[in-house]
């Protein structure tokens, strides 16, 4: 290891392609950590995707994997038939809910080479598939089993056949693909491995799976049991486990995660960069922070506007942020909004710095129907905004379970409601609001949660 560690940040679906609260993450840990020299491996849905961030000058190299192409092999396997019994072990495994040979079958596949022909075409390979859906799947056609076993695991060959770039540690920001191809490197690199959930990667994919009227009955079976082996495999493979919060720290031990190396950093925020000097505003100001996309529920902020507006006829609703990253979604927004007739007290700003909004909002609001441990709620209480929001995630520990301030998903009429106590409660809300700037500046400081990450750094790639 040279004076400088050098970390292969290991990313999916993200960061520098995406923007949202785990990009603005990575990008804010690099560059506030010049010390360290940062490798980028992203696992991306599309090739020659547009860029987000300006890369900062400490990432020295990036290598992108698009995650449902097919590649072609650069590398084979010292010996096919070991090969076959051992992705037949695996699989059986896998099944009941093992890890214990994910390393075994990692040693017998060289990096380049992808499984995607082996899989389907050996005799192994192929009685281990039909043997599959005879067992689980009799009442399916076995051409439907067929092409959703093969459209999940061929994206799981291109990951496990990938080519990492060389590192002192691989740190995942997830589970998933980003911790199976990390889980990958440690075993065939020998170099430590940290993994950081924001989330819990599992979790939020079932969520989006049984929402799905795509996915019939035993794909998302197949769908939800896969998702889950990748973060035991994670767990088991992980040196340091790091969570957000400890709700999501007890989820990661009830799927196998070692007690004694999970730890929770919580998220940070620039505190002098949101202490600003608030202005007043004529009317009720609200605000939601965030991309126009299903997972924040944009739909319903707009409803609640709706229900508002009825009783606050002079508040004016704002969504700061990009509208870009879901089309349709945001044409379905604005239809909405036209059809409530509120457009002219409901304003799409598109991407904006939020600072000057957090100056004159009166009240922040998340309507996300999933969500770890929002930055946004952390910057208005700095900036003296309170916030009301869904009971997701971290959310209800932050806003102290106050019922006041918190409501079910969805639930448009409740957050409403919450709303209108803001409104009506200025002189209590001072001293809520002066409470949760300082509990901001106290549990929340960006600068410790960079120096947390600069000394497990050195700890782990000391070990290597």
Same mark, same amino acid.
């Given at each position: 290891?040279?004076?400088?560690?050098?970390?292969?940040?290991?990313?999916?679906?993200?960061?520098?392609?995406?923007?949202?609260?785990?990009?603005?993450?990575?990008?804010?840990? +690099? +560059?506030?950590?010049?010390?360290?020299?940062?490798?980028?491996?992203?696992?991306?849905?599309?090739?020659?995707?547009?860029?987000?961030?300006?890369?900062?000058?400490?990432?020295?190299?990036?290598?992108?994997?698009?995650?449902?192409?097919?590649?072609?092999?650069?590398?084979?396997?010292?010996? $096919?038939?070991?090969?076959? /019994?051992?992705?037949?072990?695996?699989?059986?495994?896998?099944?009941?809910? #093992?890890?214990?040979?994910?390393?075994?079958?990692?040693?017998?596949?060289?990096?380049?080479?992808?499984?995607?022909?082996?899989?389907?075409?050996?005799?192994?390979?192929?009685?281990?598939?039909?043997?599959?859906?005879?067992?689980?799947?009799?009442?399916?056609?076995?051409?439907?089993?067929?092409?959703?076993?093969?459209?999940?695991?061929?994206?799981?060959?291109?990951?496990?056949?990938?080519?990492?770039?060389?590192?002192d540690i691989y740190h995942a920001i997830s589970t998933g693909f980003a911790g199976i191809a990390a889980s990958a490197a440690k075993i065939r690199k020998k170099k430590p491995l940290i993994l950081t959930e924001h989330g819990?990667?599992?979790?939020?994919?079932?969520?989006?799976?049984?929402?799905?009227?795509?996915? *019939?009955?035993?794909?998302?079976?197949?769908?939800?049991?896969?998702?889950?082996?990748?973060?035991?495999?994670?767990?088991?493979?992980?040196?340091?486990?790091?969570?957000?919060?400890?709700?999501?720290? *007890?989820?990661?031990?009830?799927?196998?995660?070692?007690?004694?190396?999970?730890?929770?950093?919580?998220?940070?925020?620039?505190?002098?960069?949101? #202490?600003?000097?608030?202005?007043?505003?004529?009317?009720?100001?609200?605000?939601?922070?965030?991309r126009v996309v299903p997972i924040k529920d944009i739909k319903t902020y707009i409803s609640t506007a709706k229900i508002v507006l009825e009783r606050i006829p002079e508040a004016t609703f704002y969504c700061i942020g990009p509208?870009?990253?879901?089309?349709?979604?945001? *044409?379905?927004?604005?239809?909405?909004?036209?059809?409530?007739?509120?457009?002219?007290?409901?304003?799409?700003?598109?991407?904006?710095?939020?600072?000057?909004?957090?100056?004159?909002?009166?009240?922040?609001?998340?309507?996300?129907?999933?969500?770890?441990?929002?930055?946004?709620?952390?910057?208005?209480?700095?900036?003296?905004?309170?916030?009301?929001?869904?009971?997701?995630?971290?959310?209800?520990?932050?806003?102290?379970?106050?019922?006041?301030?918190?409501?079910?998903? $969805?639930?448009?009429?409740?957050?409403?409601?919450?709303? /209108?106590?803001?409104?009506?409660?200025?002189?209590?809300?001072?001293?809520?609001?002066?409470?949760?700037? /300082?509990?901001?500046?106290?549990?929340?400081?960006?600068?410790?949660?960079?120096? $947390?990450?600069?000394?497990?750094?050195r700890e782990t790639a000391g070990k290597a």
């Amino acid at each position: 290891m040279s004076e400088r560690p050098r970390v292969c940040i290991i990313l999916e679906g993200s960061y520098p392609y995406v923007t949202g609260g785990v990009s603005a993450w990575t990008h804010d840990l +690099i +560059i506030n950590l010049p010390e360290i020299d940062f490798v980028l491996f992203t696992i991306s849905p599309e090739k020659d995707m547009e860029l987000r961030y300006s890369l900062p000058d400490n990432v020295v190299e990036h290598a992108d994997i698009v995650l449902n192409k097919h590649y072609e092999s650069t590398a084979k396997p010292a010996s $096919k038939k070991k090969l076959m /019994q051992a992705v037949n072990n695996a699989h059986n495994l896998f099944r009941a809910n #093992s890890v214990d040979n994910f390393e075994e079958l990692i040693n017998i596949i060289p990096e380049g080479f992808f499984l995607y022909d082996e899989a389907v075409k050996s005799t192994t390979g192929w009685n281990m598939i039909v043997e599959a859906n005879q067992k689980h799947n009799p009442m399916y056609a076995f051409t439907d089993y067929y092409w959703a076993w093969k459209s999940s695991h061929d994206m799981l060959f291109t990951i496990i056949g990938s080519r990492l770039p060389e590192a002192d540690i691989y740190h995942a920001i997830s589970t998933g693909f980003a911790g199976i191809a990390a889980s990958a490197a440690k075993i065939r690199k020998k170099k430590p491995l940290i993994l950081t959930e924001h989330g819990l990667y599992h979790k939020e994919r079932e969520m989006e799976i049984r929402k799905s009227d795509m996915i *019939r009955g035993y794909q998302r079976d197949m769908w939800i049991r896969l998702y889950n082996g990748f973060s035991r495999i994670c767990y088991s493979q992980a040196d340091r486990i790091i969570s957000l919060f400890e709700e999501n720290r *007890r989820k990661q031990h009830e799927l196998g995660a070692n007690q004694s190396i999970t730890e929770v950093i919580p998220n940070g925020i620039d505190l002098p960069r949101f #202490s600003i000097q608030r202005e007043e505003k004529d009317g009720f100001h609200v605000g939601l922070v965030g991309r126009v996309v299903p997972i924040k529920d944009i739909k319903t902020y707009i409803s609640t506007a709706k229900i508002v507006l009825e009783r606050i006829p002079e508040a004016t609703f704002y969504c700061i942020g990009p509208m870009d990253e879901d089309p349709g979604y945001y *044409r379905d927004c604005e239809m909405l909004v036209k059809s409530f007739k509120i457009t002219d007290r409901f304003i799409f700003t598109g991407r904006q710095n939020v600072l000057d909004y957090y100056k004159f909002l009166d009240v922040l609001v998340l309507t996300s129907v999933r969500e770890a441990q929002p930055l946004v709620i952390l910057e208005g209480y700095c900036g003296g905004v309170p916030a009301v929001a869904t009971a997701v995630g971290n959310i209800p520990e932050m806003l102290d379970y106050d019922d006041r301030f918190l409501a079910p998903s $969805k639930d448009s009429e409740k957050l409403a409601e919450c709303i /209108q106590f803001v409104h009506e409660h200025p002189d209590e809300m001072k001293i809520i609001n002066e409470a949760n700037k /300082q509990k901001a500046i106290t549990f929340y400081n960006k600068t410790d949660l960079h120096r $947390k990450y600069l000394k497990i750094y050195r700890e782990t790639a000391g070990k290597a």
